[in-house]
């Protein structure tokens, strides 16, 4: 899996019964792509939640769908919906944001387009947002915080019909997450009526057999381990039930009879990997994240879009000419043709120099012979991604003292036929197995990147700063001194094309942020990433910065664009105990672009956050409107009640706010009595 690349080589096979000809299943990850074989990278999740773009989320869905089933893969672990709870986590790049009903309608459109194809598995249950802790740290969340902030869009997925949830490597309320009853049964199966089944996290998901057996967790993914060793015993002496046995036999066979339809057709052919239909999707994604953050104006004309085709373009930073699509893990996907920003750029403009940035002098003085320079800067895995826990003697204790020698005699022969994946060039020199990048230290540029905006910004005015990361970069200390801004995330295999088609203006930029960037550090709640116990509240991202008047440097839900739109005749009703807010969007520039309206309600309890729930993504060509109709219903504003641990419908006066980011002095306000 490590040592040799398997994990890009073939999927991995659970619960496979060759005497009944049973087929069990085989996984294989997918949140930004196929991880095995030749397949399409597209951008990473966080910058599709940029996007704010459901129907685009569920297409893409349906081609990595297609490209697992290609590759013989029958379920995948491609929805990934944690919460970002601080920006600072190292997986933050596979979610979506900070917002659970956000994150709660992407999983779900995701999930519906994957299962076209293949069975989808969303991940990781529960309160799996931080990297470096995650084998050892114990989440500590009231009722009332796991229910209303870290477990809702989780249910949105569940009730979408995914047909298997993952269990996290951490504890929640001092039970690992692999073998913790109150996640897998009492809330899962029981609360939410969940009918799929239960895989553990890989290597390391559970530590007890009998436990996770009667927790509900149904199959120890990928290798047998700690169930093999320990659960035959545990059953003889009455720890463990046959009955639970059953139990988990029944769900998985269950779920591949009602996926059956789909698992039995004909799976597409190989040809749809890396198709043209699949790269022009992957590029419309890049295009449609990328977050104008800044925008301002050199001798009263905004630096963005670059419309004069013949300018002279100087192309700068090391991260420039690099392929940069994100975490090294098991996320990554090995992808033939990735294109870097200055491919992108030389594809369009024919006056480019490029300069690596590692001198600023330098780099300065050919930005100033420029028209327009573009500094890149920011991340790669190196820097954020997932973490392996490797010379921990308290997980090393948990692996096989010795292989089975007919297990090592079915896998020779199994790997012997496998088809051929080329490892990308641009991974040549990386070392084999996942990279270590774990939780990011900081959440400002490095001091060169620093060194470098400034240098280049001083010597062109009309500078634009392309940042690539997985979620919030502090810019504080330089933003005033650049006009213009985006942040472009990791973009996948037509990342420079994409960030192309926005620079000059083919693409309006028209996505949002879907977290809260701070000023500071100071403004976020506390994270340690080698913490063993940590609490979990209901205060963080928007929510926190509201209750304290934190003013953010770009609030959860901006983004600007090359036209300009306005929020009008907005009215709410309610119909069979539904909310229906409804209204129009007017473009009142000059250019055609969509906006994203954004619903929140402010509940009638005032110790509870406010919440997002709902949001429309409208195109509007330019001077013309268009309509929107938000459905809000009765779940979206139900609260926990502490004492009973239940819901309570809701009840009374809730303000209704709809606005086109948090804190938009334009919104319009509308109180409702439910």
Same mark, same amino acid.
């Given at each position: 899996?490590?040592?040799?690349?398997?994990?890009?080589?073939?999927?991995?096979?659970?619960?496979?019964?060759?005497?009944?000809?049973?087929?069990?299943?085989?996984?294989?990850?997918?949140?930004?792509?196929?991880?095995?074989?030749?397949?399409?990278?597209?951008?990473?999740?966080?910058?599709?939640?940029?996007t704010w773009d459901i129907e685009l989320e569920e297409r893409i869905g349906d081609a990595i769908g297609a490209e697992l089933r290609a590759l013989g893969a029958n379920l995948t672990g491609a929805v990934c919906v944690n919460l970002l709870r601080h920006p600072a986590w190292g997986r933050a790049q596979e979610t979506y944001g900070e917002d659970p009903h956000h994150v709660g309608?992407?999983?779900?459109?995701?999930?519906?387009?994957?299962?076209?194809?293949?069975?989808?598995?969303?991940?990781?249950?529960?309160?799996?947002?931080m990297e470096n802790a995650r084998f050892s740290v114990d989440i500590k969340v009231d009722d009332v915080a796991l229910h209303e902030i870290?477990?809702?869009?989780?249910?949105?997925?569940?009730?979408?019909?995914?047909?298997?949830?993952?269990?996290?490597?951490n504890s929640v309320n001092g039970q690992w997450c692999g073998q913790n009853h109150e996640l897998l049964t009492s809330i899962l199966r029981d609360e939410w009526c969940f009918e799929g089944f239960v895989i553990s996290d890989w290597v390391f998901g559970l530590r007890d057999a009998a436990p996770s057996l009667a927790a509900g967790l149904d199959v120890e993914m990928p290798h047998r381990m700690i169930r093999a060793e320990h659960l035959a015993g545990a059953l003889e002496r009455g720890e463990a039930s046959w009955a639970d046995v059953d139990r988990s036999v029944e769900r998985v066979v269950a779920t591949l009879l009602r996926f059956d339809h789909i698992l039995s057709a004909q799976p597409p052919s190989i040809d749809v990997l890396g198709s043209a239909e699949h790269r022009s999707l992957a590029r419309e994604a890049a295009a449609k994240s990328i977050v104008l953050l800044r925008n301002g104006e050199?001798?009263?004309v905004p630096v963005l879009p670059i419309t004069d085709i013949s300018a002279r373009v100087a192309v700068i930073g090391r991260l420039a000419d690099t392929v940069n699509v994100g975490d090294g893990g098991?996320?990554?996907?090995?992808?033939?043709?990735?294109?870097?920003?200055?491919?992108?750029?030389?594809?369009?403009?024919?006056?480019? /120099?490029?300069?690596?940035? *590692?001198?600023?002098?330098?780099?300065? %003085? $050919?930005?100033? #012979?420029?028209?327009?320079? +573009?500094?890149?800067?920011?991340?790669?895995?190196?820097?954020?991604?997932?973490?392996?826990?490797?010379?921990?003697? /308290?997980?090393?204790?948990? *692996?096989?003292?010795?292989?089975?020698? %007919? $297990?090592?005699? #079915?896998?020779?022969?199994? +790997?012997t036929g496998l088809p051929i994946t080329t490892k990308p060039e641009h991974l040549r020199d990386r070392a084999r197995g996942f990279s270590m990048g774990g939780d990011r230290a900081s959440l400002r540029l490095s001091p060169s990147d620093v060194e470098l905006i400034r240098a280049v910004a001083t010597a062109n005015r009309r500078t634009v700063v392309v940042i690539q990361a997985g979620s919030a970069v502090i810019t504080t200390e330089w933003a005033e001194g650049v006009p213009a801004i985006v942040q472009v995330w990791y973009g996948g295999?037509?990342?420079?094309?994409?960030?192309?088609?926005?620079?000059?203006?083919?693409?309006?930029?028209?996505?949002?942020l879907p977290f809260t960037v701070p000023v500071d550090e100071a403004d976020l709640p506390a994270f340690d990433r080698d913490a063993t116990a940590f609490v979990y509240d209901r205060w963080h991202g928007w929510w926190r910065a509201d209750r304290k008047d934190i003013v953010p440097a770009y609030?959860?839900?901006f983004g600007l664009s090359y036209t300009t739109f306005a929020v009008l005749d907005v009215e709410?009703?309610?119909?069979?105990?539904?909310?229906?807010?409804?209204?129009?969007?007017?473009?009142?520039?000059?250019?055609?672009?969509?906006?994203?309206?954004?619903?929140?309600?402010?509940?009638?309890?005032?110790?509870?956050?406010?919440?997002?729930?709902?949001?429309?993504?409208?195109?509007?060509?330019?001077?013309?409107?268009?309509?929107?109709?938000?459905?809000?219903?009765?779940e979206k504003l139900a609260t926990r009640q502490r004492a009973s641990a239940a819901w309570r419908s809701p009840t009374g006066r809730h303000t209704i706010i709809v606005s086109r980011f948090v804190g938009d002095p334009d919104a319009t306000s509308i109180v409702v009595y439910l």
């Open positions: 899996m490590i040592g040799q690349d398997g994990y890009h080589k073939a999927p991995f096979i659970a619960g496979q019964i060759d005497r009944v000809s049973f087929p069990g299943i085989r996984f294989s990850d997918g949140p930004r792509g196929a991880v095995i074989g030749n397949a399409t990278c597209f951008p990473v999740s966080m910058a599709r939640g940029a309608e992407f999983g779900a459109a995701f999930t519906r387009g994957l299962q076209r194809h293949v069975m989808a598995c969303v991940k990781h249950l529960a309160c799996n947002s870290y477990l809702p869009h989780f249910k949105r997925v569940v009730d979408e019909g995914v047909a298997s949830v993952m269990s996290a490597y050199v001798e009263g098991s996320s990554d996907v090995w992808d033939l043709e990735c294109h870097t920003v200055l491919d992108g750029i030389r594809g369009r403009f024919a006056n480019i /120099v490029h300069h690596d940035g *590692l001198d600023p002098t330098a780099a300065a %003085d $050919v930005a100033g #012979r420029a028209d327009v320079a +573009v500094v890149v800067v920011g991340y790669t895995y190196l820097d954020e991604g997932e973490f392996v826990g490797l010379n921990d003697p /308290v997980l090393d204790a948990l *692996l096989p003292k010795a292989d089975e020698p %007919d $297990v090592v005699a #079915r896998y020779e022969a199994m +790997v295999a037509e990342a420079g094309p994409g960030l192309v088609d926005v620079l000059v203006g083919d693409v309006n930029p028209s996505a949002r609030p959860f839900g709410t009703s309610v119909d069979d105990s539904v909310l229906f807010v409804r209204g129009i969007v007017r473009n009142t520039g000059e250019r055609d672009g969509a906006d994203v309206v954004q619903v929140y309600a402010e509940l009638p309890d005032p110790d509870a956050p406010a919440r997002l729930v709902g949001f429309s993504r409208c195109v509007v060509a330019a001077g013309e409107r268009a309509t929107f109709e938000i459905v809000v219903t009765r």
